[in-house]
């Protein structure tokens, strides 16, 4: 599985994503995960190599669906209502 760079990928808190073989992230891509019930990144399993292809401004970034600092904002992407 190879996650472009050009992309922001999402993981939502009812799916459990599980990877086999090589998992390559290219820089400046951005995966933002849910938190399930359990652990924040119980729902991203990487059963293999991960290779991270990224350079000093091209970071790989794995983070909450909550930030908003990198990548797309969730809200707007999935249609939530901004909160007030």
Do not use: H
Not at 31 to 56: D, E, H, M, W
């Amino acid at each position: 599985m190879v996650f472009s760079g050009d992309m922001t990928w999402f993981v939502p808190s009812n799916a459990n994503v599980n990877l086999a073989g090589t998992t390559t992230l290219e820089g400046n891509a951005v995966i933002k995960v849910s938190p399930t019930n359990y652990s924040f990144f119980q729902a991203l399993t990487i059963n293999g190599s991960l290779q991270c292809v990224a350079a000093r401004y091209r970071p790989c970034v794995i983070t909450s669906i909550s930030d908003n600092s990198v990548g797309w904002e969730a809200r707007r992407k999935i249609g939530l209502k901004p909160t007030a």
